[in-house]
């Protein structure tokens, strides 16, 4: 009796609870309505209150982006953390909501901006960064006033030299859901993607735009893949730069290093003084690859290294070995915290004048421009005077490219001299064209541009350029290791195992 009593308890108990449960999930509004935003309100809170749950934030600003583009008095939100009192919301009915987040993907960002008349054009990168960011917006700036009818999506996905981008992007590209165009490094980066799978063969727009004749051949080589173009350039970066804070050197009367012996010693007397000599940020993984790369270029000579990515060189060479202890020996003159700094996150020991000098590609210069910073001095970094590791960024077409038109119009800007020229200043690379007007270039920019006509060109793995996809994940890996182990003779054998894993090496 007693038993049964409370198993009656129970199953009551458990119905007032799944009503007070469908009571709190039913939205209270379930027509479209238009909102106001008040001081404190977010996306998740009213999302919660009118949807039932706070996960169909996404399904507000949806809604409230496609009617902006009909009605200018609702707003257009770009961040969903930043909405600002006064603004006009549309809140979708529940059912709207409802099948609209069965429909999205936070890999989908262009489900939120809603369409213009001619469509969407969904820009993948992952150019988030200061400089970057400016860069970027200089292109759209020029999309846009061509194609106002066309909704720019930028979608990024953060992390410096794309190594969180990628992935994305193939499990988009694998699944038949690409975005329109995407950032590509020009060179081998382009095998991890299958590209004659999954992406258009873009030879018809190089002759249409006469491309051939306004890139390098150089920069022409490189982008040839199976004899195919598949991306158009937007320009040209240099990996193995050597930034320094000039006051901090004037202080302690001391010029940017060239050799590695002037480098120690330059290091040395900076770290007598109390500055971190040399700072990196390792938190993605690929700077400190990155920064190894030039310790190999600036130690075994532009032929050697160029020898190592063709196979013409073993890297069982001397010069590796050497290149290992010269960066082993880099990595006792670095900050503490760079596990835990990201390329830019480390830039700003050079900005508040912690830190001297830091060996990264000439993005950071976009960068330093775009925190207002100018104390800063570059040379080639140690013994790579003479030498430009260099890489390319440039847009893809994806075979299912769903505004295929406005996606061929956008690599068109990208090539075009107007593009490149309100690009490359922002972003703190030179044009990959050469009728670029240097005038609107700093300092930096124009002594890049003499560099890269007179030094010998070499590629950068991590960007891309030098090797496979698979490839550059074995060497970011044996040098993210050796950061830590230090082993020099292991690291070796396992960096000539990647290259005959690669098929390059015997
Ligand atoms: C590189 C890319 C550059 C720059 C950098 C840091 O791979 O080519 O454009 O943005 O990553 O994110």
Redesign the pocket.
């Known amino acids: 009796m007693f038993r049964r009593t409370l198993i009656n308890l129970v199953v009551v108990l458990a119905m007032v609870l799944a009503m007070v449960g469908v009571v709190s999930a039913a939205p209270q509004a379930q027509a479209e309505t238009t909102y106001t935003i008040k001081l404190g309100d977010t996306l998740w809170a009213l999302a919660e209150k009118y949807l039932g749950s706070g996960t169909a934030w996404p399904a507000i600003m949806a809604s409230t982006n496609q009617k902006n583009i009909e009605d200018a008095t609702f707003a257009y939100i770009r961040n969903a953390d930043l909405i600002h009192p006064g603004w006009k919301l549309l809140i979708p009915s529940a059912e709207t909501a409802k099948a609209f987040m069965a429909a999205y993907s936070p890999t989908k960002p262009e489900l939120l901006f809603g369409k213009r008349a001619k469509g969407q054009l969904v820009v993948a990168s992952?150019?988030t960064?200061g400089g970057?960011a400016e860069g970027l917006t200089g292109l759209f700036n020029i999309y846009g006033s061509k194609y106002p009818d066309v909704q720019i999506v930028n979608a990024t996905v953060a992390g410096?030299?794309?190594f969180v981008f990628r992935p994305v992007l193939k499990t988009r590209l694998i699944a038949g859901d690409p975005p329109d165009t995407f950032?590509l490094?020009a060179g081998l980066e382009v095998e991890g993607y299958d590209p004659e799978t999954y992406l258009e063969p873009m030879d018809d727009i190089f002759a249409s735009e006469g491309l051939e004749k306004v890139f390098p051949a150089d920069l022409l080589t490189l982008l040839e893949y199976k004899g195919h173009y598949w991306g158009v350039p937007v320009?040209i970066?240099r990996s193995n730069v050597l930034w320094y804070d000039k006051s901090i050197f004037a202080d302690a009367g001391l010029t940017p290093p060239t050799t590695w012996d002037e480098f120690w010693a330059v290091a040395d007397a900076l770290k007598a003084k109390g500055v971190v000599p040399f700072v990196m940020g390792t938190s993605g993984g690929w700077e400190a690859p990155h920064v190894f790369e030039d310790v190999l270029a600036g130690t075994c000579g532009a032929e050697k290294y160029s020898g190592l990515w063709t196979g013409a060189v073993q890297w069982t060479d001397g010069c590796v070995a050497q290149a290992l202890e010269n960066f082993k020996r880099m990595l006792t003159y670095v900050n503490t915290d760079h596990p835990a700094l990201s390329?830019d996150g480390a830039g700003h020991y050079l900005v508040g004048k912690k830190g001297a000098m830091m060996i990264m590609?000439d993005?950071a210069n976009g960068w330093f421009e775009a925190q207002g910073y100018t104390g800063y001095g570059w040379a080639p970094s140690p013994g790579s005077k003479g030498i430009f590791v260099a890489?390319s960024?440039s847009f893809s077409l994806p075979k299912k490219a769903p505004n295929r038109d406005n996606a061929i119009a956008w690599v068109k800007v990208c090539g075009s001299k107007e593009g490149q020229e309100a690009f490359n200043p922002r972003?703190g690379?030179i044009c990959a064209r050469t009728d670029c007007d240097p005038k609107l270039f700093n300092e930096y920019l124009q002594s890049a541009m003499a560099d890269w006509a007179s030094d010998a060109i070499v590629p950068s793995p991590?960007?891309?350029a030098a090797a496979i996809e698979s490839w550059v994940t074995d060497f970011k890996d044996a040098i993210v290791l050796f950061v830590t182990s230090g082993d020099v003779a292991g690291t070796q054998a396992m960096l000539q195992q990647a290259c005959v894993e690669a098929g390059t090496c015997k």
């Open positions: 992952w150019w960064a970057e410096g030299a794309g950032q490094h320009n970066h390329w590609g993005w890489l960024d972003k690379s991590v960007h891309g």
